[in-house]
């Protein structure tokens, strides 16, 4: 995890997810993206079952075999950069009067400090956090992303048996504000990343991920009659993360991934929230004209590749 920015070397992201598997070899140049390479191939439904603490690969040859036909016919070599589903990780900020210097002593003094917060022992825990600000109260504040140990290995035993060495594991709606770091800019603004069967609320300030709560319910229930309990969600979600984190009120709200659905819910959307709200259009973002017009899906893959490491 690192703050929303760009990265100017030419690198691999990967994007696993539920549905699809995408991979791009992409960089940001002169406010421009150069997207080289890229494939796709679709997730056997089920294979992919994402969660914080249980086993998330139901089938790993099946998956192992996926990920190398992907890397075979995108032409891949080298490192990449990872993005996972959001279920995998937990977004946290931790208080604390003083950080370890040393990276390593810190992250096992912030395991400490999240045991009361995870569903499993703290000595299972992987955190990478950004750099410490300081809160009104004096104290510190740590934007942590925790994922349990085993779990993030399953997947990289996978990468690692198909041939793929990866740099950096992150969450996907991270990655997705990575790509779109442009738009978000560095006030606090929300990214409403909706999938197939969940729905991802991030909300970014100054460029740094502080808030993430994922909606159990995917694209097709915006488009429903469940979408009032959808918006009131997200209002209710928005209040929370200004009375908790200590940050601003959130000033918009950025929406990706409903598709067809996305102008009569965006404008719903906004009404509901008094807020401005708007679709994502990532070629706009990233700065490309014309082709290729399919860009949005791939969000998360373009944002591995060029986020800062």
């Not at 002169?30 to 139901?58: C, F, H, M, W, Y």
């Not at 996978?158 to 504000?177: F, I, Q």
Request: aromatic share 6%.
């Amino acid at each position: 995890m690192s703050p929303t920015g760009i990265s100017k070397r030419m690198a691999w992201g990967l994007d696993i997810g539920t549905e699809m598997v995408r991979l791009c070899r992409a960089r940001m140049r002169r406010g421009q993206l150069q997207l080289q390479q890229r494939a796709e191939l679709e997730v056997p439904r089920g294979l992919i079952r994402p969660s914080l603490k249980d086993t998330n690969v139901v089938d790993p040859p099946t998956l192992f075999g996926v990920l190398r036909a992907l890397c075979g016919s995108g032409g891949y070599r080298g490192w990449v950069r990872l993005a996972l589903p959001d279920a995998v990780f937990m977004l946290r900020t931790l208080s604390t009067h003083e950080l370890p210097a040393k990276p390593s002593e810190s992250r096992q003094f912030l395991r400490w400090q999240a045991r009361d917060l995870l569903p499993f022992p703290a000595e299972e825990a992987r955190i990478d956090f950004l750099p410490p600000i300081s809160g009104s109260d004096g104290r510190l504040r740590v934007i942590c992303l925790i994922a349990r140990d085993r779990i993030l290995a399953e997947y990289e035993q996978l990468l690692a048996d198909a041939g793929v060495r990866p740099a950096v594991l992150d969450a996907r709606s991270v990655t997705l504000a990575q790509a779109a770091s442009s738009v978000l800019g560095d006030r606090t603004s929300g990214l409403l990343a909706v999938g197939e069967t969940q729905t991802t609320l991030l909300v970014v300030e100054a460029g740094r991920p502080r808030f993430s709560r994922i909606l159990p319910a995917g694209k097709y229930a915006w488009a429903s009659r469940e979408r009032s309990r959808l918006f009131r969600e997200v209002g209710d979600s928005i209040t929370f993360c200004y009375e908790t984190e200590g940050i601003g009120a959130v000033d918009g709200l950025t929406v990706s991934g409903l598709g067809a659905f996305a102008d009569g819910v965006v404008s719903a959307l906004g009404e509901w929230l008094e807020l401005p709200v708007r679709s994502l259009d990532l070629r706009t973002a990233l700065g490309i004209d014309g082709q290729p017009e399919d860009l949005d899906p791939w969000g998360p893959a373009i944002g591995a590749a060029i986020r800062p490491c």
